[in-house]
């Protein structure tokens, strides 16, 4: 009886690496765009700012959604589909929450950002190996969603509460995702010298 392995010419693990590194740098990039523009149209919670928060979970509902396809069965595919759903409900609940202010965006943000943040870290656990990498920018990024959420829950309850935060959380988001884009470039290319 012979076992197969996976090896760095098996094209399977080089696809994977390759759709994730244009995942994560696609969602990178919208984060980061999303910061800029949100940075310049909250201090009203008006029609645009509350458009703005609706679209960026959507984001991450839309990047789950892309990553499920791609994934085998198995815990990983359901977590991610878990994430998927938890930020459409996000979306909505951003979009309903919006029209009573910054109090009720910032929980609705922060409780998000809680549980999503906890799927990150489980995802990037599972997905460490030689493959993939250690996957220390998603560990990290999804410890500092569930730390932040925390703080956005407490700041709603106190006497100054602000959306300014979101452009901050959104641009670090945004940077950890092209940094692991990166490290999986970086990967890939290592592999493939390795085979010359």
Partial sequence: MSTQTTTPTDPAPAESRSSLLRLYLGRGVLAV????????????????????????????????LID??????????????????LSTLAAVAVGIAGAGGVVPVLHVF????????????????????PELGKQWPMLIAGGLSFLVGVFYNI????????LDVLSVYATGGGVFFIAQAALLGWKTRQLRTRTV
């Fill in 110 to 129: 922060g409780t998000w950002a809680v549980v999503s943040g906890a799927a990150q870290v489980i995802v990037g656990l599972q997905r460490r190996g």
């Fill in 33 to 64: 765009a999303w910061a800029l523009a949100f940075a310049g149209a909250h201090e009203d919670v008006d029609a645009v700012a509350i458009t703005l928060l609706v679209v960026y979970p959507l984001i991450d509902a839309v990047s789950s």
């Fill in 68 to 85: 499920h396809r791609a994934l085998p069965d198995g815990s990983e595919r359901r977590i991610t589909a878990f994430n998927g759903v």
């Fill in 155 to 162: 700041q709603a309850a106190g006497d100054e509460p602000s």
